[in-house]
């Protein structure tokens, strides 16, 4: 009897500590696995009989426009967490069928495509509304793993060698909502006036401002995405250039200030598309390098950094090689996963295909570094 009771004491008080262990657990934040990525659709895999799964691919990272069911189910079977990308202040058919929401410059005048770019005014309420229906719509369809914000920036192309940098936006809402914000009086007549005043007089204020209106559209996506689905990931695509990189230009034209960014972004993507940028492949890992310890990111914290580099051969050839040493140099530094731009680009190739599943195979922990 005593022995009975002395063993089912001692069962007891197992069960009690393993429940007390599991309810520690619960109460840690879910700490993810390296994410070996891939950007596309996954289809050109799928059509060549490969599954991704079999590569040691763990995520899709899939423009929103191209998810479907089919496709949520296939990926779901081999395992996948799915990321769609949200394109959310580029919109040329929007702005043709919308000329209030074209982004104005300093002369007053509408702006021209920058490349193939053509961004939207951020402040146009109907524009916002838009986009925040279309994120909403997306969320309640698909049970994705998260969103990454695309495009959020200014009006500017900075993938290219010799980036396009304009001034904008002076249109009315840009203007009035920029006065009602900083209880600044814009001096002047026309529009190409008070542009010119801003930019001699308030300069400082004005690249702050744009930099807080960006960080409210990320902060609305995200309360969107809270609200739809609390446990999915909000990722940014950005440009990934160094705080004095063109004169600043990440900051003073594209608006994106990294520390505002900081406190309501899960995860930043920088996209460190080297042959594009007319970069050295040894690039990619010196800008990680830095964008983690400036962010003072460390690999098993929030936010994380999930780099996409470049897979696609354009300009030029991606020589498979050169893929390894660049999808490496996306996991150095304080980053915890990395994706490529794009799975049409890896998979019409049996040597990048071979790199793919030879990295990322090999990845079974976050790595310490490369
Ligand atoms: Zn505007």
């Known amino acids: 009897?005593?022995?009975?009771?002395?063993?089912?004491?001692?069962?007891?008080?197992?069960?009690?500590?393993?429940?007390?262990?599991?309810?520690?657990?619960?109460?840690?934040?879910?700490?993810?696995?390296?994410?070996?990525?891939?950007?596309?659709?996954?289809?050109?895999?799928?059509?060549?009989?490969?599954?991704?799964?079999?590569?040691?691919?763990?995520?899709?990272?899939?423009?929103?426009?191209?998810?479907?069911?089919?496709?949520?189910?296939?990926?779901?079977?081999?395992?996948?967490?799915?990321?769609?990308?949200?394109?959310?202040?580029n919109g040329k058919n929007y702005i043709v069928k919308h000329p209030?929401?074209?982004?104005?410059?300093?002369?007053?005048?509408?702006?021209?495509?920058?490349?193939?770019?053509?961004?939207?005014?951020?402040?146009?309420?109907?524009?916002?509304?838009?986009?925040?229906?279309?994120?909403?719509?997306?969320?309640?369809?698909?049970?994705?793993?998260?969103?990454?914000?695309?495009?959020?920036?200014?009006?500017?192309?900075?993938?290219?060698?010799e980036p396009i940098l304009p001034e904008t936006c002076f249109c009315d809402h840009c203007l009035k909502k920029f006065s009602d914000d900083t209880g600044i009086e814009i001096q002047g007549g026309t529009i190409s006036e008070k542009a010119q005043w801003i930019l001699n007089n308030k300069d400082n204020s004005w690249r702050s401002w744009r930099s807080r209106v960006i960080v409210d559209w990320v902060v609305e996506m995200k309360n969107i995405l809270r609200e739809i689905r609390p446990d999915a990931l909000l990722g940014l695509y950005h440009c990934p250039w160094t705080d004095e990189e063109f004169d600043s230009a990440r900051y003073r034209i594209l608006g994106l200030n990294y520390d505002l960014l900081k406190e309501n972004v899960d995860v930043f993507s920088p996209m460190v598309y080297h042959a594009r940028m007319g970069r050295k492949p040894a690039w990619v890992k010196e800008n990680i390098e830095w964008f983690c310890e400036r962010m003072e990111i460390q690999k098993k914290s929030y936010p994380k950094v999930w780099p996409i580099v470049q897979a696609h051969n354009s300009p030029g050839v991606i020589?498979?090689?050169?893929?390894?040493?660049?999808?490496?140099?996306?996991?150095?530094?304080?980053?915890?996963?990395?994706?490529?731009?794009?799975?049409?680009?890896?998979?019409?190739?049996?040597?990048?295909?071979?790199?793919?599943?030879?990295?990322?195979?090999?990845?079974?922990?976050?790595?310490?570094?490369?």
């Open 319 to 370: 020589p498979a090689e050169e893929f390894e040493m660049v999808l490496k140099g996306g996991l150095s530094g304080g980053s915890s996963g990395v994706m490529m731009f794009t799975t049409y680009a890896v998979a019409e190739d049996d040597a990048k295909t071979e790199v793919l599943k030879k990295v990322y195979i090999g990845l079974r922990e976050i790595p310490a570094d490369y």
């Open 100 to 161: 209030e929401a074209w982004a104005i410059n300093e002369k007053g005048r509408k702006v021209e495509a920058a490349g193939w770019f053509m961004g939207v005014c951020p402040t146009e309420p109907g524009f916002r509304k838009y986009r925040a229906d279309q994120l909403k719509s997306l969320l309640q369809k698909y049970d994705l793993d998260g969103v990454w914000l695309d495009y959020i920036h200014w009006h500017a192309q900075f993938e290219e060698p």
């Open 1 to 89: 009897m005593a022995k009975e009771f002395k063993f089912s004491l001692r069962y007891i008080l197992l069960i009690l500590v393993f429940g007390l262990e599991l309810l520690s657990c619960a109460q840690k934040p879910v700490e993810l696995d390296v994410i070996k990525g891939v950007y596309g659709n996954p289809k050109p895999f799928w059509e060549k009989g490969i599954n991704l799964s079999d590569l040691g691919v763990n995520a899709i990272f899939v423009h929103s426009g191209s998810i479907n069911r089919e496709m949520m189910k296939r990926a779901r079977a081999e395992g996948l967490k799915v990321f769609a990308e949200f394109a959310t202040l």
